[in-house]
């Protein structure tokens, strides 16, 4: 299979309007590529049947990849429909798919801030969704790529046992530099696009908060249910069975809980050799409980995106709050 890695570039941003305009102007502009426009014309079936979408790519991975490549393309009329599609292609990906998709988001970040930033501000009512997406998918990818690169760069700079003490020991270290790294780069940007990466980092990183403490419950989902008991206003954090990244799998609540309140997500990634595809996580929820009473809470192991199909697993959490 056809592989591509854009390496971390240096910075460089573009802080102009990045306000999508009418798809009938991106599909005659003649600088738009003829496999974007088909891409865009087969949505509504790509939708319809995700299955469809696998089958393209697998057989058009070079064409599909050189779509995704162009939102590097410096080209600010046609970059803002190149990010909306693969705005569109990230929800329906699998596998390989949505590895490559990925490492173009956490690069296309890194390295265009600024541009990233203003894109979804200027289109927040279509994009707002998709933060969060984003987000996500950079929790995939920054520990398969940045993290390595942060790793080398330690060890060059205070020496291997420092970077062990600093990345190997503390799982969130390198999603809070990268957070660092873009938010120093976006010094100057007005409030509202500072606001926006702030929540946006709000996503990929977790507050700075203890949210273990001495009387915090602790569970492994390890069976299908379980039950604990937690004093009102006592936090508890479930540990979910590892599973694959970049499968687009997640654990998810069925429903929002009535005596508990969701405060922490955490993906934790096992360590691993740099490139390394598939890396096993970990998914550790925090919650911290409101009210006295019994409550069956749910969790499906599932695509968020596929209403329609049974969850791989199902688990159960027993939850008595005194």
């Known amino acids: 299979m056809f592989k591509c890695f854009i390496g971390l570039l240096e910075i460089s941003f573009n802080s102009t309007a990045q306000k999508l305009k009418s798809f009938s102007f991106y599909l005659g502009h003649p600088k738009i590529s003829t496999a974007a426009k088909r891409f865009y014309k087969n949505l509504p079936g790509y939708q319809k049947d995700h299955s469809r979408l696998y089958a393209y790519y697998d057989k ?4 599909m990849v050189s779509v995704m490549d162009s939102i590097f393309s410096g080209n600010n009329d046609t970059r803002p429909f190149y990010l909306y599609l693969i705005n569109r292609m990230s929800p329906m990906s699998d596998g390989e798919m949505t590895e490559v998709i990925c490492q173009r988001e956490m690069n296309f970040v890194y390295k265009n801030a600024s541009f ?21 998918n950079l929790a995939i990818w920054i520990p398969q790529s940045y993290c390595p690169k942060k790793r080398n760069d330690l060890v060059n700079e205070k020496g291997e046992e420092e970077a062990q003490n600093l990345i190997d020991k503390d799982t969130g270290y390198c999603n809070r530099a990268f957070r660092d790294d873009i938010m120093h780069s976006l010094a100057g940007e007005n409030e509202a696009i500072l606001k926006l990466a702030d929540q946006f980092f709000s996503d990929l990183v977790p507050s700075e908060k203890k949210f273990v403490t001495p009387d915090t419950v602790v569970v492994d989902l390890d069976r299908d249910q379980a039950n604990i008991i937690v004093k009102k206003g006592a936090n508890f954090q479930l540990r979910f069975p590892e599973k694959a990244g970049g499968t687009g799998y997640t654990w998810n609540l069925v429903q929002t809980p009535v005596l508990c309140k969701l405060i922490n997500k955490e993906m934790i990634t096992r360590q691993h050799p740099a ?6 996580q970990t998914t550790v929820l925090t919650f911290t409980t409101e009210k006295k009473g019994f409550e069956d809470i749910r969790f499906n192991f599932s695509r968020i995106w596929e209403k329609d199909v049974p969850p791989v697993e199902t688990k159960i959490l027993h939850l008595k709050v005194e």
């Open 60 to 63: 058009n991975e070079i064409t």
């Open 116 to 136: 990233f930033f203003h894109f979804m501000h200027d289109n927040l009512t279509e994009q707002k969704k998709y933060l969060t997406q984003w987000a996500n």
């Open 275 to 280: 490139g390394m595809t598939g890396v096993p």
